[in-house]
């Protein structure tokens, strides 16, 4: 899917024709200054980061589970959990889905027989015009992983319940990884995230309450007449009905 751009007369910021300097340039990124012309005419700079591009998969396991990834993000100072993921080694013009399937087989070990292109993400267009593809893989099979030198990576698998948890927990991140699992739907919902109230719910909820089916705990109503929910514990998962008498 080519990915639309809009214009607008009053709206627009037009490059200044050979105005282009590299600011920075290293082992994975580069960072370009161009002369801009605003809307109003006035003339300005934008700084942004150039990047090749890359490619993140949602790995589903025959049970449901999903592959996640873990390692050191130096920017954060922390581990992060995230779906595999990889930039194209060969700039805009390397295919997606190949490079998909190596980064999937160097990161988790994992081989799939399916696969299915999602969407595409701009992920900070306010100073980077990377885009990460989006690929959900199913049919997977396990052979050993191989990443690079520099790569130290752990890998686990989360049923699709224990991934809700781990945002509504801040345990769980990545925008791309968030992007990704609400466009692949991994356990077939057709929300894979509830509302915020939900996650809300699902994050305050006493532990003794999760296990218990049609665990109803009413939610605070306004008496003004609105529709008054109740949030309903199965199977470990919380969802919103409505209360009884609403």
Not at 169 to 197: I, M, N, V
Request: hydrophobic share 40%.
């Amino acid at each position: 899917m080519m990915l639309k751009k809009f214009h607008e007369a009053a709206l627009d910021e037009i490059y200044v024709p050979g105005s282009n300097e590299e600011v920075f340039s290293g082992r994975l990124l580069k960072v370009q200054r161009d002369h801009v012309t605003l809307p109003n005419g006035n003339d300005t700079t934008r700084e942004y980061i150039r990047h090749p591009g890359a490619v993140a998969i949602v790995p589903v396991l025959s049970d449901g589970r999903v592959v996640l990834v873990k390692q050191c993000r130096y920017p954060l100072a922390t581990l992060l959990w995230e779906i595999p993921a990889g930039k194209l080694d060969h700039g805009p013009e390397e295919d997606t889905l190949e490079c998909a399937k190596r980064e999937l087989s160097e990161e988790t070990g994992y081989d799939a027989e399916h696969w299915e292109k999602l969407i595409s993400i701009a992920t900070t267009p306010g100073f980077s015009d990377e885009i990460i593809h989006l690929y959900k893989a199913w049919g997977l099979q396990k052979f050993a992983q191989h990443t690079d030198e520099d790569e130290f990576i752990g890998v686990q698998a989360f049923t699709p319940a224990e991934l809700r948890r781990m945002v509504a927990d801040g345990e769980l991140y990545d925008a791309k990884t968030l992007c990704a699992l609400y466009a692949a739907k991994p356990d077939g919902q057709q929300r894979f995230f509830r509302s915020a109230e939900n996650v809300d719910a699902a994050r305050d909820a006493p532990p003794d309450s999760r296990k218990r089916s049609a665990a109803v705990r009413p939610s605070a109503g306004d008496g003004g007449g609105r529709v008054r929910y109740a949030v309903v514990w199965v199977d470990d998962e919380v969802r919103l009905r409505a209360a009884a008498g609403a």
